[in-house]
């Protein structure tokens, strides 16, 4: 017996074989994440981490508390995002903690787009002075696959930024100071926001591991196949 894959097959192969690898290990982060989230939520007894005063980053899921002044004018808007079945977007607002250049973006919720793409949603007024505010923390969204949001050049000049699952390093780009990495989901019942139904985290992380299997079974049946088709009998 001997392997002999053609190079077309082995090309095609790998292709699979990282394609389903991704999108794996992606469904089992989201899983991972969510569980973070529903744990943390529901222990009351978490202490609230002052990042102004702590100068740190907290864990995933974990309540915060910020000071800081709002840059109303340079937002972000988190693109087709639905609610109700509506298309809408979510509203990322930085804010630049007291006695420092650093940004935190807050998720201040969900809005309505308007029906012509060319018009943008209206996001209301913020204080300009100092403001304290609580949420959780969480990670920045990740899109199954790449997007074409890591990108930063001159053509993306002017605010807000209307994007799809932007990358940490195209946020520092965008701001061109520092910019925490990751996200404050703003809480619920503070002045400011959108619709924020945190505790509504659609697809449960038991639902993403159960995703992250199939992805992970059709990787392993495609690397079979291919060891199984190609190996070929010796001549007698």
Not at 32 to 47: L, M
Not at 75 to 83: C, G, S, W
Not at 140 to 161: I, N
Request: charged share 20%; with cysteine.
């Amino acid at each position: 017996m001997r392997f002999r894959p053609p190079v077309w097959a082995t090309l095609l192969t790998t292709f699979a074989v990282v394609l389903f690898g991704s999108l794996s290990w992606w469904q089992m982060q989201r899983g991972q994440e969510k569980a973070e989230i529903i744990a943390r939520q529901g222990n009351h007894s978490d202490a609230v981490v002052d990042v102004a005063r702590t100068q740190t980053l907290p864990a995933h899921g974990r309540r915060v508390e910020l000071r800081g002044h709002w840059l109303a004018d340079e937002e972000v808007l988190l693109d087709n995002k639905t609610h109700n079945k509506r298309i809408g977007v979510e509203v990322w607002t930085p804010l630049r903690l007291s006695g420092s250049d650093h940004l935190i973006l807050i998720n201040r919720g969900w809005v309505p787009a308007p029906l012509r793409r060319d018009e943008l949603p209206d996001t209301g007024q913020l204080p300009g002075e100092q403001v304290t505010l609580q949420g959780y923390w969480r990670s920045l969204p990740r899109a199954g696959l790449a997007t074409d949001d890591g990108r930063c050049d001159a053509s993306m000049s002017g605010w807000p930024q209307r994007l799809n699952y932007p990358s940490h390093a195209l946020l520092e780009c965008l701001y061109q100071r520092p910019v925490a990495n990751g996200i404050v989901l703003l809480d619920p019942q503070a002045d400011g926001g959108f619709v924020r139904e945190w505790t509504d985290l659609g697809i449960p992380p038991e639902r993403h591991y159960g995703y992250a299997f199939q992805w992970a079974s059709l990787m392993l049946t495609a690397l079979i196949l291919y060891i199984i088709l190609n190996y070929r009998r010796s001549s007698p």
